[in-house]
């Protein structure tokens, strides 16, 4: 494979602590050769372009430092108080201001101009996610030839809701730079497709090619996951049989279940917690019993619905255990901090009932993580959202509709209920998917798509979710 030129908002070249997606892309880049380059996460007094080069982990890497009127606008503004509640449907959320639209651009121009001279002839180039959706556009405007896809990490939101942002043509039409443009599931990618058609009159054919304006763009659906044989491997290293032991005695007997989220109101925390109350409520003889463990450390600390959801999950969780709580037991334990991933491992594994509840999520890769972590012989139970990705492919969990307290309150009660053969039935079939689908999957399915290839592996799934090319 040509050398590649991974380009993402941030830079994280392996490291233990890093996820599964940022191993499997220093994988990639340390096979092939090439270079992460992104932004530092530092701010600078005056835009240079200086880059700062580093080797990580046999990972080349170039990081630059932007503005704060960059960071202002561009990332707290542009791409987390209007794309990312946009594309997770939230518009009540969304903030349509001109100047962040304008920061965005100018820091999308800024990564065009520092990464050109990186640019060799033969280079593949992959931009991640929705902070660089224009940069495609913006490396053809400066002469680049090169294949250049992207990959979207999160929904793709519907076509009407698409339509109330100001730039939606403009940005929609600029994604017809790439060569290939992916999303983790079909209806991500149909609600492109639909914006294609109905917006900008462009046509798609049965293969997955977008054309308008006398461009083509390859749309693929390629759902990311999880380095499953790591995690599996994570689950049974000492720390994590630490980590087990200590949360199983801490819940003295009681069934423990778990919620691990970037906090977040895309994640349904706050709908989460009431179900959870009303599960207490009408299940008075399972009260004392279980012990919900819910992990969730800040994020985007500064955007002011970031600190919304934290007061407001703050008094929930009071609340609730103000109301259920009784002499030797708390029904919520209620942690914002981060943990390394041995940890994670064994709190998932230690957790009889993992909650994955998302309003809508791209993915969810803490869905793939849990059932990876699971010990085989007496696995948990999964209850997962119908509205994240990952719902495609773990067809076996207790799929519910976040927004319904009743419908979370009575998975809860059909998980405690579960009887060893089914939990063991419904794991084995998650954990298959988990394992053939895996990060290395996803990496050579999209690659293979950006170099126009046809050998990539094709291990079974379902086939709405088989590259459409
Ligand atoms: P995120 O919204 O961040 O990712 P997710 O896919 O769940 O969501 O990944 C979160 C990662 O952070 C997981 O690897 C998890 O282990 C880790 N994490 C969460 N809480 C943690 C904690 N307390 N301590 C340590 N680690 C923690 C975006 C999209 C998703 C999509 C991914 C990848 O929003 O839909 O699945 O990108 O494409």
């Avoid at 043509?169 to 999303?183: H, K, N, Q, T």
């Avoid at 334990?333 to 009889?352: C, E, I, M, Q, T």
């Avoid at 699971?374 to 969990?397: H, K, M, N, W, Y």
Wanted: overall charge negative.
């Amino acid at each position: 494979m040509s050398r590649l030129i991974v380009i993402s908002n941030r830079v994280s070249a392996g490291g233990g602590s890093a996820g599964g997606l940022a191993v499997a892309l220093t994988a990639a880049l340390r096979k092939n050769g090439g270079i992460w380059f992104g932004w530092s996460g530092e701010q600078t007094d005056e835009f240079t372009g200086h880059i700062n080069f580093q080797i990580e982990d046999g990972v080349r890497t170039a990081t630059i430092d932007l503005e704060e009127q960059d960071i202002d606008e561009y990332y707290n503004g542009y791409a987390n108080r209007t794309l990312w509640p946009l594309f997770h449907y939230r518009i009540d959320l969304a903030e349509y201001e001109r100047s962040f639209a304008g920061g965005y651009a100018r820091v999308n121009e800024r990564f065009a101009d520092t990464v050109l001279p990186l640019v060799e002839p033969t280079d593949l180039i992959w931009v991640q996610d929705y902070h660089m959706l224009p940069l495609g556009e913006k490396l053809r405007a400066r002469g680049v030839r090169n294949r250049i896809g992207c990959f979207l990490h999160i929904p793709w939101p519907p076509r009407r809701l698409l339509m109330t942002l100001p730039e939606a043509r403009e940005l929609v039409e600029s994604l017809f730079a790439y060569d290939v443009l992916g999303f983790h599931t079909d209806e991500w990618l149909e609600s492109f497709v639909s914006f294609v058609r109905d917006e900008l009159g462009g046509t798609v054919g049965d293969d997955n090619v977008a054309h308008w304006n006398g461009r083509a763009l390859q749309l693929v659906a390629c759902p990311v996951g999880i380095d499953a044989q790591e995690f599996s491997m994570l689950a049974a290293s000492e720390t994590a049989q630490q980590t087990y032991t200590r949360v199983r005695e801490s819940a003295v007997g009681r069934t423990l279940m778990v919620g691990v989220d970037r906090l977040d109101y895309s994640k349904g925390l706050e709908e989460r917690f009431l179900g959870y109350e009303r599960f207490l409520t009408e299940t008075p003889k399972a009260r004392k019993e279980v012990v919900l463990l819910q992990i969730a450390p800040p994020s985007r600390g500064a955007v002011e619905s970031y600190q919304r959801i934290r007061n407001t999950l703050e008094g929930l969780a009071g609340r609730i255990n103000g109301e259920h709580a009784w002499l030797d037991w708390v029904p919520i334990r209620y942690v914002n901090h981060g943990y390394p991933r041995d940890v994670l491992a064994g709190v998932y594994r230690a957790s009889k009932i993992g909650l994955v509840t998302p309003l809508r999520d791209g993915m969810n890769l803490v869905a793939k993580e849990y059932v990876a972590a699971q010990d085989p012989e007496d696995p948990g139970v999964l209850i997962l959202s119908r509205f994240a990705g990952a719902a495609v492919q773990l067809t076996d969990a207790i799929l519910v509709n976040p927004h319904s307290a009743e419908e979370i309150s009575d998975a809860m009660r059909q998980a405690l209920a579960m009887p060893l053969d089914e939990r063991k039935r419904r794991w084995q079939r998650m954990m298959r998917s988990v394992q053939d689908e895996d990060v290395m999957w996803w990496l050579d399915r999209f690659t293979a798509a950006l170099e126009g290839r046809d050998d990539a592996p094709q291990p079974e799934v379902p086939q709405n979710l088989v590259v459409l090319r």
